[in-house]
């Protein structure tokens, strides 16, 4: 299975964002009752689990993590990254960051003919089917797109503000960080802190790239995803994106997202070092 295969089916934290879910009866907050709408609990069920698995692929890229320690790092991934645990921390984060009037905006927008047309198409494209379809005819969606630089244009503008690239490799670049980094610990459990910065600094270096290769695999899943949407539907989905509410609501997921990540680096960086001091001991 590929990176971007794997991207697409953890887009509970962050891919599609959008895609609809049944909302649950009387939820606790507006912020909560907008994760509920715009899908995001729902797509969230399984991430410890789909995380896990993102930590033992990355292993497979960097050996040089012993392979005994590799279950216990992914065990420890998975308690920390759980999806009980996300879905607390990116509402604390939003009903933080979003006004009462950006919740209110965003919850209309998905009652809406076009939010629902657009999550229609999406909750199609989260389907196992969906996935494997694409995952088939990936190169044949992408020269459909090439034929039409309108629409691929446009579905490059809804990449952009879902932060749908940026958010897979955030999440691909936390697991190799994790990999990594537990390599250095256990093969060398003295090394100074700014080794370990150094090691960030050197898979943060390789981001832009693996931005853009994300970029046309996106290109390609929304090709299809969006394929019965009519064009003039896509621009006002993008032009919505890119102003108000809808810009703000995405930008602030995308702000939370990323220090929720952080913060779950150094907490199972810091578990995986405990696990090493006992095995020591």
């Known amino acids: 299975m590929n990176c971007q295969t794997i991207a697409r089916r953890i887009l509970a934290v962050g891919l599609y964002l959008v895609i609809v879910a049944t ?50 790092l992914a065990d420890i991934s998975a308690d920390i990254v759980t999806t009980e645990r996300y879905l607390a921390d990116v509402e604390r984060a939003l009903t933080d960051i979003l006004t009462e009037t950006q919740i209110a905006a965003m919850r209309e927008f998905y009652g809406s003919h076009l939010g629902q047309t657009a999550l ?18 990936g190169e044949a969606l992408r020269a459909q797109a090439r034929r039409d630089s309108e629409r691929t244009a446009l579905m490059r503008r809804l990449d952009e503000q879902f ?97 929720i990540i952080e913060q779950c680096v150094e907490e199972i960086q810091t578990r995986f070092a405990k696990y090493m001091n006992q095995k020591k001991a």
């Not at 199609?124 to 494997?132: H, N, P």
């Not at 003295?190 to 600094?201: G, V």
């Open 120 to 137: 229609r198409a999406e909750i199609a494209g989260a389907s196992q089917e969906m996935v494997d379809e694409i995952d088939s005819t």
């Open 23 to 72: 909302a649950a009866a009387q939820p606790a907050s507006p912020v909560r009752a907008l994760m509920e709408e715009s899908g995001l609990v729902t797509q969230s069920a399984g991430l410890d689990q789909a995380f896990r698995k993102m930590v033992v692929d990355a292993a497979k890229k960097l050996p040089e993590l012993p392979p005994e320690h590799l279950e216990p």
């Open 163 to 259: 932060s749908y690239s940026e958010g897979s490799v955030d999440w691909f670049q936390m697991a190799d960080e994790i990999v990594a980094s537990a390599a250095l610990k256990a093969q060398f459990p003295d090394t100074p802190p700014e080794d370990f910065a150094t090691l960030r600094s050197r898979i943060a270096s390789q981001r832009d790239s693996l931005v853009e290769a994300m970029r046309e695999q996106a290109t390609a899943s929304f090709t299809r995803i969006y394929r019965d949407l009519s064009t003039s539907e896509l621009k006002a989905y993008a032009e919505f994106l890119e102003a108000g509410p809808g810009a703000e609501f995405y930008a602030a997921y995308h702000v939370a997202n990323r220090r």
